[in-house]
């Protein structure tokens, strides 16, 4: 994907798109978004992390950093192949507009167990060759990751959910513990395989779909790990754990005008200094992954990679962190040696020093501009479109903001009336005013929120951080989106130069 090339594209999580079980999938409400998205000469579709979710529902704090979310994988190719019957749905159905996890999950999990069951007592010898040849590829991270998947199922039950509440030989990973784990827990660790498996297969046919329609995908990745994850539990030597696997010290950002005490992430910290000895195989084998899954992708947090942000574990808050360097331009050179020039988006906001641009720019990864936020200074603000320079993405708003119309409903007075009167627009029409901005600029990407493109409030917003109950549920419904939303889209982005001419013609009936 050339990151040079005018173009624009939809931030939508698949989480987030139609369908009748529960939550958005691969299945064939995605290939239709891809067609819609065509029709509104969009180029570029950003999904949110698509990781298994953790607590909370958020993807941001996964049990793997390289599995997909059983979650996303449709049911309708399983039912074709004959592994799995017509599901039947809970008594009422699911809400068709809001993901409901505490529903969702155990039905759509034990369909999972269905079709698995399916698979082995029907499913073709090249189909099972195939899962095997696969397993075999994927071995490096998806051993861990289902062995860790068994035993949570295991020790969950008996309330000790956490590998490091596991017994000492397995919290320890001695060889015969965890080959009697395996032994012991052959169809269980074969059936995480196989959701995976399905997950690989049936995201590769979405994204070449979209491929051969111009469409790219960008994807999205955390920069850390949860504690409770099998990257932690298979290297705990590259985090910074203490002698019972607990951190010593967790991610964060420190206190702000927004977070009085700052935000506490929990994550563990790597031990950069080890991962450097190693000369960071185990991000290198990270990125390999991610570009096998989009075309280019944004890294969470970037400004980690040249100081992060050090909380004692034990601290409850923020506020006695320390900033720490990270490690720079030695870990992206790295990985540029093993997989060439790599296609990253910086997600570069918050508080950004000279060493955190410096090495965005070292690399030419593309930072990003929040629109919204430029209305909160005066003309000169960075993030005001006169201000941008080629090399950046601009975003009328992200997963963490409110959508435009809710964001103009809470701004205070002063930003409100300067955004009014700089885009021309009211409470009715900001969502557009912004996208045209946006599209305007001379930022070589625009990306918009499928909610600002649909006009909706603060009941579409995504994700509120430091918040823990109502995010990651919205879904879209197709008689929301129809034909309009992508004639002006179409218009807009034709009108300047994001797409071909021909839409504004269309849309203007010429």
Known sequence: MNLNQRRSGVLLHITSLPGPHGIGDFGPAAFKFVDW?????????????????????SPYMSVSAFAGSPLMVALEPLVEKGWLPQPALPEGGFDAARADYGRVVPWRLAQLRAAWAGFKSKASAHDKSALDAWAKREASWLDDYALLMALEGQYGAQGNYCWWQWPADLRARKPKALAAARAEHADEVGFWRFVQWCWDVQWAAIKAYANSKGISIMGDLPIFIAHHSADCWSRPDLYYLDEDYQPTVVAG??????APDGQRWGNPLYRWDRMAAEDYAWWTQRIRRAMSQAD????????????YYEIPASCPTAREGQWVPGPGKALFAA???????????????????????????H?????MKILQF??????????????YTPNCIVYTGTHDNDTARGWWDAAPHHERSFCGAYLACSEHDVHWAMIRAASNSVANMAIFPLQDVLGLGNAGRMNLPGSTEGNWQWRFTW????????????????????????????????
Request: hydrophobic letters at 40%; one cysteine or more.
């Open 479 to 510: 008689e929301q989106l129809g034909a309009e939303p992508a004639r002006v889209l179409g218009l807009i982005s034709g009108g300047s130069g994001r797409a071909p001419f021909e839409l504004v013609k269309r849309a203007l009936g010429l």
């Open 335 to 361: 990985i540029e040696r093993a997989l060439g020039k790599l296609p990253i988006v910086a997600e570069d906001l918050g508080l950004i020093t000279e060493d955190v641009t410096e090495l965005r720019d």
């Open 296 to 307: 280019v992708f944004r890294i969470d947090h970037f400004r980690g990679f040249a100081g």
């Open 363 to 367: 690399f030419g990864f593309p930072g």
């Open 253 to 258: 950002v420190p206190p702000d005008g927004f």
């Open 37 to 57: 998205m065509a029709s509104a000469g969009q180029t570029v579709w950003q999904t949110l992390p698509m990781m298994p979710i953790g607590p909370c529902d």
């Open 374 to 387: 430029g209305f909160g200074g005066d003309g000169t603000h960075e993030f005001m479109p006169q201000n």
